[in-house]
């Protein structure tokens, strides 16, 4: 039986690690044994009040309580009917899964951001949105996404809101 160089095997795990990191975000979102549905996701607050616990369930203490209807939040875990959430600004905590909607919305990030009318910078200019304004996804394409926001269509890149996955609508 040969023997395998010691430096070959070396290497050869060397490149097994690298290719493992390339490998491993895309099989990242798994599904939600509750629902079936990836993990993480995207989602908006359902009521004007949602109540955040520090646990998955009602004798859990409320660690505070968000005042915002339609805030993208991200779901990165699922326990019986409570869903833990992450927020734009990446405060964690636990939701009961009536408090959810699947309606996509996405907050505006950082400064003021330009509304185009087509995926292109150079597009002409729909509106101007200020940080925190939260608009309707509709779609997405690389780096472009478009959003609805009162009553305004049109595209923003995609660095500059928060509530949408880096590949989402990308075929």
């Known amino acids: 039986m040969t023997r395998l160089p010691g430096r070959f095997i070396a290497l050869f795990l060397v490149a097994l690690a690298h290719a493992t990191m390339y490998i491993l975000p895309l099989s990242a979102a798994t599904m939600g044994k509750q629902t079936g549905l990836p993990v993480p996701r995207y989602v908006s607050l359902r009521a004007e009040e949602v109540n955040v616990r520090t646990g998955p369930g009602s004798r ?25 959430i992450r927020d734009s600004d990446g405060t964690q905590g636990w939701v009961h899964q009536s408090m959810l909607s699947g309606r996509r919305t996405v907050l505006v990030i950082g400064d003021t951001r330009t509304l185009r009318l087509d995926p292109n ?9 200020e940080p925190g304004v939260l ?19 049109g595209w923003v890149n995609r660095a500059y809101i928060w509530g949408v996955g880096l590949a989402e609508g990308i075929d």
């Open 60 to 84: 859990y203490p409320i660690a505070w309580v968000f005042q915002r209807r339609s805030l993208p939040v991200e779901v990165v875990a699922e326990f019986d009917t409570w869903r833990k």
């Open 135 to 153: 608009a309707r996804l509709q779609a997405c394409s690389y780096d472009w996404c478009e959003v609805k926001v009162s009553g305004l269509t």
């Open 121 to 129: 910078r150079s597009a002409p200019v729909v509106a101007r949105m």
